[in-house]
T-cell receptor
Framework: DTAVSQTPKYLVTQMGNDKSIKCEQN?????MYWYKQDSKKFLKIMFS???????INETVPNRFSPKSPDKAHLNLHINSLELGDSAVYFC???????????FGSGTRLTVV | KNEVEQSPQNLTAQEGEFITINCSYS?????LHWLQQHPGGGIVSLFM???GKKKHGRLIATINIQEKHSSLHITASHPRDSAVYIC??????????????FGTGTKLQVIP
């Protein structure tokens, strides 16, 4: 299936831990994104990667770091997790020329 | 004030009703997206507009660039249309890159 897939779907972890969320797309898109959806359901862009270069970082704490080994993958690493990091994180991809989005199914992160 | 405002925030309709969700934005944009998020959490991209009108099945999206306003219409609404509908706008940054800003969403419930 052509899709954006992210793992894990659910992640429960303790404060202070370091965790990663993986994202892969097989759509041949050239841009990938990470979004955070908070408890109020508001979506906010965290990172955008185009051709392995970070092009947008919306003042996200540096505990969050995107890693892109190739243009089909954009993983999200989070260090020293805090309670406020609890949210749903969505990965998405698009082709710059047509701008249509495809979203992953989301990762629900709970920090306890 | 958010750069993208949606109304209403919550909407309850009877099955079969015609539904309109509005999106107003305050920045210059290159494109506007309508997204649908189901109760299970998955996000689907419905439309991408830069002018005029698009139709897909019972869904119609319109945009008025001069008035900085877009509407999403659902004809003959059905309970399966129950979801959160999110408006997002793309605006240009220097260097040819794009910024995406999301509205807070409209929660639609269609009652049988």
């Amino acid at each position: 299936d052509t899709a954006v897939s992210q793992t894990p779907k659910y992640l429960v972890t303790q404060m202070g831990n370091d965790k990663s969320i993986k994202c892969e797309q097989n759509l041949g898109h050239d841009t990938m994104y990470w979004y955070k959806q908070d408890s109020k359901k508001f979506l906010k862009i965290m990172f955008s990667y185009n051709n392995k270069e970070l092009i947008i970082n919306e003042t996200v704490p540096n505990r969050f770091s995107p890693k892109s080994p190739d243009k089909a993958h954009l993983n999200l690493h989070i260090n020293s997790l805090e309670l406020g990091d609890s949210a749903v994180y969505f990965c998405a991809s698009s082709q710059r020329k047509n701008y249509g989005y495809t979203f992953g199914s989301g990762t629900r992160l709970t920090v306890v | 004030k958010n750069e993208v405002e949606q109304s209403p925030q919550n909407l309850t309709a009877q099955e079969g009703e015609f539904i309109t969700i509005n999106c107003s934005y305050s920045v210059g944009i290159s494109a506007l997206h309508w997204l649908q998020q189901h109760p299970g959490g998955g996000i689907v991209s419905l439309f991408m507009l830069s002018s005029g009108k698009k139709k897909h099945g019972r869904l119609i999206a319109t945009i008025n660039i001069q008035e900085k306003h877009s509407s999403l219409h659902i004809t003959a609404s059905h309970p399966r249309d129950s979801a959160v509908y999110i408006c997002a706008v793309r605006s240009s940054l220097s260097g040819g890159y794009q910024k995406v800003t999301f509205g807070t969403g409209t929660k639609l419930q269609v009652i049988p």
